[in-house]
């Protein structure tokens, strides 16, 4: 594996019993230690580009295999996502509020960013749910109060 000495920036190549050695040598690996500043000037500036370069990679191999796994679970489990919020928070109720209500808010008419409010906090019945756009939905909490 070819390295690049943090002291004295030459290339070496680090053995496979130390793959994570930083000097080329023993007498640059004492003169870093004694210099108490570890890294030379110009070793970063000049291993940014390979760094970004790394982590650029691993991101995408992290990106695409995270997409895989959520893939597979969602294929395991289909109905998880569709009334996992419905039956975690409305008991089972917020799909039906919302086809009630036929999906638009009932204080603007709007169809987009649809949240069920409860009329009555506490309770999950289909006449204590409402359904109102993101614009609304505050407004409601205040006239509440």
Known sequence: MLKICIQC???FEASICHPYTKCCSESCRQ???????????NY?????????????ASYQRNKERHAKNVKDWK?????????????????????KALERDKYTCQN??????????HLNPPSNKLEDLQTLCRKCHPKA???SR
């Open 44 to 56: 970063y500036e000049r291993t940014r580009k390979k760094r970004l370069e790394i982590s650029r």
């Open 31 to 41: 003169k870093s230690y004694r210099s108490r500043t570890g890294y030379s000037k």
């Open 108 to 117: 603007c008419g709007s169809n987009s960013q649809l949240v069920v409010h």
């Open 141 to 143: 909490h205040n006239q």
């Open 75 to 95: 294929d395991r489990h289909p109905d998880y996502e569709a009334n996992a919020h419905n039956n975690r928070k409305f008991g089972g109720n917020r799909n």
């Open 9 to 11: 920036d030459n290339e």
